[in-house]
């Protein structure tokens, strides 16, 4: 994968995610509320958690090609769109 699909995916991927847990919740919408438990909490806490997930997901478990040596690279914490390679070291 490419740089520049990880950053779409690292930014779309959360919130269609999100979006296809709101959905879930809607269809579960009757029975949530027949059990009294509140759908809209449960839609905003779900869909945040969800979103996080998905985004450290992706952070941590999909690799970039390096342009140096064609190993993987990660993302590297607390630098949004960088990445360092796992065979070679390098960053880019």
Do not use: Q
């Not at 699909?5 to 709101?22: E, K």
């Not at 992706?58 to 064609?70: D, L, S, Y």
């Amino acid at each position: 994968m490419t740089a520049t699909r990880h950053f779409a995916l690292s930014f779309f991927g959360p919130i269609v995610a999100g979006a296809a847990y709101c959905g879930f919740i809607g269809v579960l919408w009757e029975w949530l509320d027949k059990h009294h438990i509140s759908p809209l909490v449960t839609m905003l806490v779900g869909c945040l958690t969800v979103a996080v997930g998905t985004r450290w997901f992706v952070r941590n478990c999909v690799a970039v090609k390096c342009p140096f040596c064609g190993g993987k690279s990660y993302e590297i914490p607390e630098r949004g769109n960088r990445f360092m390679c796992r065979v070679c070291g390098k960053d880019h």
